[in-house]
T-cell receptor, first 115, second 114 residues
Framework: DAGVIQSPRHEVTEMGQEVTLRCKPISGHDYLFWYRQTMMRGLELLIYFNNNVPIDDSGMPEDRFSAKMPNASFSTLKIQPSEPRDSAVYFC?????????????FGEGSRLTVL | AQSVAQPEDQVNVAEGNPLTVKCTYSVSGNPYLFWYVQYPNRGLQFLLKYITGDNLVKGSYGFEAEFNKSQTSFHLKKPSALVSDSALYFCAVRDYYGNNRLAFGKGNQVVVIP
């Protein structure tokens, strides 16, 4: 299995630009999570989906952030407009086990730098 | 809400010595506890978990962790550290009530000195 695949691995953009991060979960996994990692705040859960439906988006910082999962094999996290404080590593993770016992499988992350 | 505390920012240990990374947790009900490791510029990798049963859990790469309910702790241990164990280690917890939110600690940097 190829694991969770994220793209791009690195993104450098200017303030005000739109950023789209992409994720392909492991085939057969029903849950998909988006996390953000920064030095100051550590790992934060932004949103998670079950069977393509957003279940909990309470971690999405503000309206500039949006996430979609149009099908079982693809999800996007969009930031529009981007700001320097959005600079972070964004991780996608998936699992196939119902809460609360299943471990997550993480992608390699997308490192975003907003200038 | 569930939470995890990892009190030390960095743990330094000589190669061959025992390694311990500390974690305490707070949940409403029974905890489900996890350890992950992150190598530089990589995603988090699952090491081990405690769900129920034996308080001593064995995981990948020779790591183990001990669940202590009275002390609300789940410390990660390895009897003999390797230089390749140098990485960032995260403790995480979920509570019993069907919440799929996994709360992570801030992480501990482990440095194994040759």
């Amino acid at each position: 299995d190829a694991g969770v695949i994220q793209s791009p691995r690195h993104e450098v953009t200017e303030m005000g630009q739109e950023v789209t991060l992409r994720c392909k979960p492991i085939s057969g996994h029903d849950y998909l999570f988006w996390y953000r990692q920064t030095m100051m705040r550590g790992l934060e859960l932004l949103i998670y989906f079950n069977n393509n439906v957003p279940i909990d988006d309470s971690g999405m910082p503000e309206d500039r952030f949006s996430a979609k999962m149009p099908n079982a094999s693809f999800s996007t996290l969009k930031i529009q407009p981007s700001e320097p404080r959005d600079s972070a590593v964004y991780f996608c993770a998936s699992n196939d086990y119902p809460a609360p016992t299943g471990e997550l499988f993480f992608g390699e992350g997308s490192r975003l730098t907003v200038l | 809400a569930q939470s995890v505390a990892q009190p030390e920012d960095q743990v330094n240990v000589a190669e061959g010595n025992p390694l311990t990374v500390k974690c305490t947790y707070s949940v409403s009900g029974n905890p489900y506890l996890f350890w992950y490791v992150q190598y530089p510029n990589r995603g988090l990798q699952f090491l081990l978990k405690y769900i129920t049963g034996d308080n001593l859990v064995k995981g990948s790469y020779g790591f183990e962790a001990e669940f202590n309910k009275s002390q609300t702790s789940f410390h990660l241990k390895k009897p003999s550290a390797l230089v390749s164990d140098s990485a960032l280690y995260f403790c995480a917890v979920r509570d019993y009530y069907g919440n799929n939110r996994l709360a992570f600690g801030k992480g501990n940097q482990v440095v194994v000195i040759p």
